[in-house]
């Protein structure tokens, strides 16, 4: 894997932040875009732009072809069982939404239970908060241990035959964390629930095959693996999506219109309601083939080299705490440096041309659970380096050298 061919085909990298080179450590946030995905969307909408499904002109057809194409390259990408099985979203926020409100609030009841973890994203928390207090369901936690994984005996413990559904994400965006979800699957499925999983931090980075992990519904977001923002997808398994009623209704989405009564379409059109997002399905589909011309395996070998190697780096330094376990985690490592707020330490990081992210991560309660407010995390993608993370670390020895001074 040449990593200098790949950095070349990122068009932002090559760029000075505040007199610096750039060093992008904050892909887990949003990743930069290579230029065959620029060019994707701009080429749509020079040459092919029209709206999909209804036009029989050419440019229709075009588009309807691009956009559908997406889709079968967003299904074999997670090795679905079939492109009807996939749902254009905005995104991860919007696929966990429709699961939420579409499937949950008609299964759940009082007496139920839906499972989730305390390191959930808020977006894999806010509805199922969302949907227990409209169904009278109980939200309960599979707890975690010190280092910040879970135990398959937890989970076995916290799974009930009362359990509706077990919502988790794949990999966690704080800890870095790479969850059992197989395993977990199965004993959701032993107690008849529903396994859903946030994907949004494990796609971009490893090999992901649902029917494999056999989850119910998958869930992840196009602009954290070189995609456009504002397109993402929901995998689901056939017979739940197609006993699943639309939350948004308008045009396309409808088979028969009558002025008191309407029938809604077959999967996965009952879900995509109105004028789609066709160019970042485009710009989704240029991006998926990027990926798998470098070759998932060899991203995933690649970030967890970074991410041991930033491990091992920023662990040497004096005062600074690191989150989540040694292992068995993808390309992020979040820290605190003593005495030094994490907003303090991004700021001084831009100054040197150096992004990373700070704040919660919209992972409040997982904040409580660390014991901090907020934290500081750098995280690698495919056109990140070694040096990237020398640069880092050099950076904070100067900060820590910095507020050392300033306090004392």
Known sequence: MNINAIREQFPILHQEVNGHPLVYLDSAASSQKPRSVIDA?????ELDNANVHRGVHT???????????????????LNAGAAEQIIFTRGTTTALNLVASSYARTVCGDGDEIVITPMEHHSNLIPWQQAAKATGATLKYI?????GTISI??????????????????????????????????????????????????????????????????AFSGHKMC??????????????????????YGGEMIDFVDLYESTWKDIPYRFEGGTPIIAGAVGLGA??????????????????????????????????????????RVGLVTFNLEDVHPHDVATV????????????????????????????????YVYNTEEDIDRLADALIQTKEFFGHAIG
């Open 41 to 45: 969307v701009k080429r749509y909408y």
């Open 59 to 77: 440019l229709g057809s075009r588009a309807t072809d691009a956009y559908e194409g997406a889709r079968e390259k967003v299904a074999a990408l």
């Open 143 to 147: 707890p975690l241990q010190p280092d």
């Open 153 to 218: 005996e937890d989970a076995e413990k916290t799974i009930t035959p009362q359990t509706k559904v077990v919502a988790v994400t794949y990999v966690s965006n704080v800890l870095g964390v790479v969850n059992p979800i197989k395993e977990l699957a199965q004993i959701a499925h032993r107690n008849g629930a529903v396994m859903v999983v946030d994907g949004a931090q494990s796609t971009p980075h490893m090999k992901v095959d649902v029917q494999d992990l056999d989850v119910d519904f998958y």
């Open 227 to 248: 995609g456009p923002t504002g397109i993402g997808a929901l995998y689901g398994k056939k017979k739940l999506l197609e006993g699943m009623e639309p939350i948004e």
């Open 287 to 328: 991006a998926i083939d990027f990926l798998n011309e470098i070759g998932m395996d060899n991203i995933d070998k690649h970030e967890k080299h970074l991410a041991a190697y930033a491990y091992e780096k920023l662990s040497a330094m004096e005062g600074i705490e690191l989150y989540g376990p040694k292992t068995n």
């Open 349 to 380: 990081l831009d100054s040197k041309g150096i992004a990373v992210r700070a704040g919660h991560h919209c992972c409040q309660p997982l904040m409580r659970w660390l014991n901090v407010s907020a934290t500081a995390r750098a995280s690698f």
